[in-house]
Nanobody, 122 residues
Framework: QVHLVESGGGSVQSGDSLRLSCTASGDSISRYCTAWFRQTPGKDRERVVY???????RYDDSVSGRFTVSHDTAKNTMYLQMNRLKPEDSAVYYC????????????????WGQGTQVTVSP
């Protein structure tokens, strides 16, 4: 079982960058399919990116080319580097992990962080 804790959210201006962190404990994050999701009030949680254990990542079209996911196995931490942020990127961001399989469906993920707010002003 893995426990996830996010950090790094905040309020920025359009065009700025942020890096979110998701630190894992209890198990090695490299053993899991991992993902970042985001959610705004009244909407379903949506996939930002999911990453297979071999490192292959699939990004949502809305963030492709601007966001990058990475892992630091020594720190047991995954990151989401977000560049050229837009107001529509404002949301609560969640990291998640699942034991088997990999994909964009939130309900199939076994472990979740508590979420971190990202707010992008025009």
């Amino acid at each position: 079982q893995v426990h996830l804790v996010e950090s790094g959210g905040g309020s920025v201006q359009s065009g700025d960058s942020l890096r979110l962190s998701c630190t894992a404990s209890g198990d090695s994050i490299s053993r899991y399919c991992t993902a970042w999701f985001r959610q705004t009030p009244g909407k379903d949680r949506e996939r930002v990116v999911y990453r297979y254990t071999d490192g292959l990542a699939r990004y949502d079209d809305s963030v492709s080319g601007r966001f990058t996911v990475s892992h630091d196995t020594a720190k047991n931490t995954m990151y989401l580097q977000m560049n050229r942020l837009k107001p529509e990127d404002s949301a609560v961001y969640y990291c998640a992990a699942r034991r088997t399989g990999c994909g964009h469906v939130p309900r199939l993920y076994d472990f979740w962080g508590q979420g971190t707010q990202v707010t992008v002003s025009p």
